[in-house]
Antibody, heavy 123, light 108 residues
Framework: EVQLVESGGVVVQPGGSLRLSCAAS????????MHWVRQAPGKGLEWVSL????????LYADSVKGRFTISRDNSKNSLFLQMNSLRTEDTALYYC????????????????WGQGTLVTVSS | EIVLTQSPATLSLSPGERATLSCRAS??????LAWYQQKPGQAPRLLIY???NRATGIPARFSGSGSGTDFTLTISSLEPEDFAVYYC??????????FGGGTKVEIK
């Protein structure tokens, strides 16, 4: 059974930094592109970033480019999101999500999701 | 950026009725569209990908259609567990993957 468990969400002041983690199990982690998707309280879904199975291809939403850094450790089946220069509008539940298709043929659909970790940016 | 507009914002129906949800793209996205279901307090669940392919384990009452700019999710006969929020998502214009604003299907 695929499991994705996020952690690291806390309350942080504007301008602060935070590192989110996602522990993956139940599938061959290093075969898949992984994503972060966020959802502000009571709002819709927003894709944040992706990283290819080998860590070579990395993409970001314009809203976080230059502030967030995605990474992965395939030896530990883990995905990370380093968040710097946080803004109040970054307040959201952050989901780790697995791409539907393996290898270099990612199709950028999300077939498994974690339960999310809440990041609150507030003074 | 490709903008996805979902309509209606809320759909009020009774169990057993047919639900028709719309997603319109600001530019053509071929068939690179997915549908997700989200229930309160839960993560989204992939229902449909590439506009019309059901994801693993999704019941046959869910179907997707469309291409280009106009897409439809149809639930042929609503079950009690289908009342939720539904989102569409495009994967055509990466790196900017975008979602629609959602349609809430509520019990009438």
């Amino acid at each position: 059974e695929v499991q994705l468990v996020e952690s690291g969400g806390v309350v942080v002041q504007p301008g602060g930094s935070l590192r989110l983690s996602c522990a993956a199990s139940g599938f061959t982690f290093d075969d898949y592109t992984m994503h972060w998707v966020r959802q502000a309280p009571g709002k819709g879904l927003e894709w944040v970033s992706l990283i290819s199975w080998d860590g070579v291809s990395i993409l970001y939403a314009d809203s976080v480019k230059g502030r967030f850094t995605i990474s992965r450790d395939n030896s530990k089946n883990s995905l990370f999101l380093q968040m710097n220069s946080l803004r109040t509008e970054d307040t959201a539940l952050y989901y780790c999500a697995k791409d539907r298709r393996a290898g270099g043929k990612a199709d950028f659909y999300f077939d498994h999701w974690g339960q999310g970790t809440l990041v609150t940016v507030s003074s | 950026e490709i903008v996805l507009t979902q309509s209606p914002a809320t759909l009020s129906l009774s169990p057993g009725e047919r639900a028709t949800l719309s997603c319109r793209a600001s530019h053509s996205i071929s068939s690179y569209l997915a549908w997700y279901q989200q229930k309160p307090g839960q993560a989204p669940r992939l229902l449909i990908y590439d506009a019309s392919n059901r994801a693993t384990g999704i019941p046959a009452r869910f179907s997707g259609s469309g291409s280009g700019t106009d897409f439809t999710l149809t639930i042929s006969s609503l079950e009690p567990e289908d009342f939720a929020v539904y989102y569409c998502q495009q994967s055509s214009n990466w790196p900017q993957l975008t979602f629609g604003g959602g349609t809430k299907v509520e019990i009438k």
